[in-house]
């Protein structure tokens, strides 16, 4: 959404920064910035409020930032896909972040507010560890902004923040498909860039070091948007840009594919499988939405190759004595996946080796792929 904003923007900004101080920052001309967290909920958390923790940390990092470097960020932006607490109940209407916007932004100073948003200011300040006055002057900064739910993310993006982009009007669902991944690609790629210290974090809001060439990979410029809307070509595999995220985030336990990589003795491998896994998921799902006359050949076809594939090499791995043989079994089946897509294009529909290895991923967790005896999927690992 940040980005297809970028290039419609007039003057366009400079770029957007991903993971650097916040979320996003987004530079503009004359070396100011907008600053974005975004934070998701599910329900049925409450909407948010101004009690709420992340919340308040958020307008802590806020704060911080704008007293790092003051008159540099000019709007600090709140994203959700959760709804923000809107009531005229007397008791709660001070914990509403819109209607303390507002206040604020109509009230100079802290003395010119009523009791009751007097003391909901004086907590609130207490509770990030700024004074009224730093607390006051991000909320008159603050914008709130509501995002698409997480049920069917995916095809909001795709259809309104990206179909409704004039240069893509024309555009059919498996292009606004494909082209929704490449700019999530872009993101994902930008975001997992790290820095070495402190200081070199700071260095673009400072307005010093901005060539360091580790930093500008954290940078996506319009230019790059631009010339992605103009492609035209097919749909590319890409590892989703999400599987760390989904990683750090599960609820507990282990899942299916991990359970059966640890037991095979590919701990190792569980990060890079869960990936291709997710990657090759969505991917399949854009190939069934394309110019194929048969999904479901495609899909059945996929399927008896790369089982077979899991199939042969954990027979021969088993074969062989070692304990576990999930490694040997494991090094057979990609240098065969290899094989068949440099060789045998055709029986994979001329798909890459990451791509099938999602699809023994997906074999994996739906328990026809097995990388050491079958056991009881329902006990530890």
């Known amino acids: 959404m940040l980005l297809m904003h970028m290039v419609k923007r007039s003057p366009k900004p400079v770029c957007l920064w991903c993971e650097h101080h916040e979320d996003f920052l987004l530079e503009l001309e004359g070396d100011t910035f907008h600053a974005y967290q975004v934070k998701t909920r599910r329900p049925p958390l409450s909407a948010w409020d101004l009690n709420n923790?992340?919340?308040?940390?958020?307008?802590?990092?806020?704060?911080?930032l704008d007293q790092k470097y003051p008159d540099k960020i000019v709007k600090c932006y709140f994203v959700s896909n959760h709804p923000f607490l809107d009531s005229e109940d007397v008791r709660r209407?001070?914990?509403?972040?819109?209607?303390?916007?507002?206040?604020?932004?109509?009230?100079?100073?802290?003395?010119?507010?009523?009791?009751?948003?007097?003391?909901?200011?004086?907590t609130l300040s207490e509770k990030v560890g700024f004074d009224s006055q730093a607390l006051m002057r991000i909320f008159s900064k603050l914008k709130l902004v509501e995002?698409?739910?997480?049920?069917?993310?995916?095809?909001?993006?795709?259809?309104?923040?990206?179909?409704?982009?004039?240069?893509?009007?024309?555009?059919?669902?498996?292009?606004?498909?494909?082209?929704?991944?490449?700019?999530?690609?872009?993101?994902?790629?930008?975001?997992?860039?790290?820095?070495?210290?402190?200081?070199?974090?700071?260095?673009?809001?400072?307005?010093?070091?901005?060539?360091?060439?580790?930093?500008?990979?954290k940078r996506i410029i319009p230019l790059r948007v631009e010339s992605l809307l103009a492609e035209d070509k097919s749909e590319a595999f890409r590892f989703s840009p999400i599987g760390s995220a989904l990683a750090e985030t599960k609820s507990s336990g282990l899942?299916?594919?991990?359970?059966?990589?640890?037991?095979?003795?590919?701990?190792?491998?569980?990060?890079?499988?869960?990936?291709?896994?997710?990657?090759a998921?969505?991917?399949?799902?854009?190939?069934?939405?394309?110019?194929?006359?048969?999904?479901?050949?495609?899909?059945?076809?996929?399927d008896a190759v790369v089982h077979g594939v899991c199939n042969d090499e954990r027979l021969i791995a088993s074969e062989g004595g070692a304990k576990p043989f999930g490694p040997k079994m494991y090094a057979g089946v990609v240098s065969e996946l290899r094989k068949k897509a440099r060789e045998e294009k055709d029986l994979v529909f001329g798909q890459p080796p990451e791509f099938l290895m999602g699809v023994a991923g997906l074999l994996t967790e739906a328990c026809k792929v097995w990388w050491s005896p079958e056991f009881d999927i329902l006990e530890s690992a």
């Open 53 to 64: 923790e992340d919340f308040t940390k958020a307008i802590g990092k806020f704060i911080a």
């Open 147 to 217: 995002g698409p739910p997480l049920n069917g993310f995916d095809a909001v993006i795709a259809l309104d923040s990206v179909g409704k982009h004039p240069s893509c009007r024309n555009f059919n669902q498996r292009r606004l498909i494909s082209l929704r991944d490449e700019l999530m690609h872009l993101i994902a790629k930008a975001s997992s860039i790290s820095y070495e210290s402190e200081s070199m974090a700071w260095q673009v809001v400072g307005g010093e070091g901005k060539d360091a060439a580790r930093l500008a990979g």
């Open 281 to 302: 998921e969505r991917h399949l799902l854009v190939l069934a939405n394309g110019p194929i006359q048969d999904p479901v050949q495609l899909v059945d076809q996929l």
């Open 93 to 122: 209407i001070t914990l509403c972040p819109k209607k303390c916007i507002d206040t604020v932004s109509s009230s100079p100073t802290f003395e010119d507010l009523s009791s009751e948003w007097q003391a909901r200011i004086a």
């Open 255 to 279: 899942s299916v594919l991990e359970k059966k990589l640890t037991r095979g003795g590919l701990e190792g491998q569980i990060e890079v499988m869960r990936r291709r896994t997710l990657s």
